[in-house]
């Protein structure tokens, strides 16, 4: 089976469901509250890990009550730990998450010990990094180790997928033009693009000039609209999923978690992005980020009744 690398966060999600935001100087009180692993990268790599892809994960926890605990959930879905290393005298990142009544989220992020994730550590794994057949990144980590591991995929002929989230301005071009995937959101792909994205039709003239610069691949993710495809297969549009949301935190990561089992597993894109579109929809009616993510079974009963 091939493996999947994720390179990239892992944070603890501090998830505060609300009736609204206080004003300054307010105290108020919320409905509800629950504490869960988190991170873009361990999300994705989780939600692939629930599909049953074989995944290799290479991050960093801190020094703290949280590290034992997120080490356990990698383990637990069976992804390979031996390469998420403890910083001492540093916290684990963490992310206070909050959850309005119609389901939007707002989310901080405290980086903690995956600011110290470094090229050097993209060294440590080089031997197995060479084994797997696609690496995944996300921008919760630092740039220049994100660049490295660009490099790193390009040099040795690995696919390598960039989720440019949280959104950055200034990514560097010649780094963008090695990447197989870019898989975006809208407002993710305006700062990217430098363009006004309102609109599909708007994301997908963005897109092709991403295209015309380099990039194999890029996916537009659109929420409850589905995603768009423009690239070396052509343009199309997977349509999106009518269901009722009630928490649609980590739905982006579930996303690519799908998408990565899937293409990784046969190569066929549009089908992966069909996949991932379902499985997206299916992880906002649950709460929770990586506890609304579907393992094989429950998805193929979400498909069922679809
Ligand atoms: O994409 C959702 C994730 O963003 C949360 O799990 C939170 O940890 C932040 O990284």
Not at 1 to 13: C, E, Q
Not at 43 to 63: E, F, I, P, R, T
Not at 206 to 227: C, K, P, Q, S, Y
Not at 248 to 265: E, P, V, Y
Request: aromatic letters at 6%; hydrophobic letters at 45%.
């Amino acid at each position: 089976m091939s493996k999947i690398a994720v390179i990239g966060s892992n944070m603890v999600d501090l998830i505060t469901y609300i009736d609204r935001m206080p004003a300054q100087g307010e105290t108020l009180e919320a409905p509800g509250f629950a504490l869960g692993c988190g991170g873009k990268g361990a999300n994705q790599a989780v939600a692939a890990a629930k599909l049953g892809a074989q995944v290799l994960m290479v991050s960093k926890v801190g020094d703290d009550m949280f590290a034992d605990n997120t080490l356990a959930n990698f383990q637990r879905f069976g992804i390979d730990t031996r390469y998420v290393q403890r910083v001492p005298g540093v916290s684990s990142g963490v992310a206070p998450i909050f959850v309005s009544p119609d389901s939007h989220n707002s989310i901080l992020i405290v980086k903690g010990a995956n600011a110290h994730l470094s090229p050097a550590d993209i060294d440590a794994a080089a031997a197995d990094l060479r084994e797997c057949t696609l690496i995944v990144l996300q921008l919760e980590i630092n740039l220049d180790t994100v660049y490295y591991a660009i490099e790193f995929a390009h040099r040795h002929g690995i696919a390598v997928l960039l989720n440019p989230a949280p959104a950055l301005a200034g990514l560097s071009g010649t780094h963008l033009a090695q990447l197989d995937f870019l898989i975006p959101n809208e407002s993710e792909l305006a700062l990217i693009s430098g363009q006004v994205v309102d609109s599909p039709e708007a994301a997908q003239r963005a897109a092709r000039t991403l295209v015309a610069n380099g990039i194999r691949h890029v996916i537009v993710t659109l929420g409850e609209h589905g995603a768009l495809y423009v690239g070396e297969e052509g343009e199309f549009r997977v349509p999106g999923r009518k269901v009722v949301a009630r928490d649609t935190t980590g739905a982006g990561d579930a996303f690519i978690g799908c998408f990565i089992q899937h293409w990784s597993r046969d190569g066929a894109i549009r089908q992966a992005m069909e996949q991932a579109v379902a499985y997206s929809a299916c992880s906002v009616m649950a709460l929770g980020t990586q506890t609304s993510y579907p393992d094989r079974q429950a998805f193929a009963r979400f498909q069922q009744q679809q």
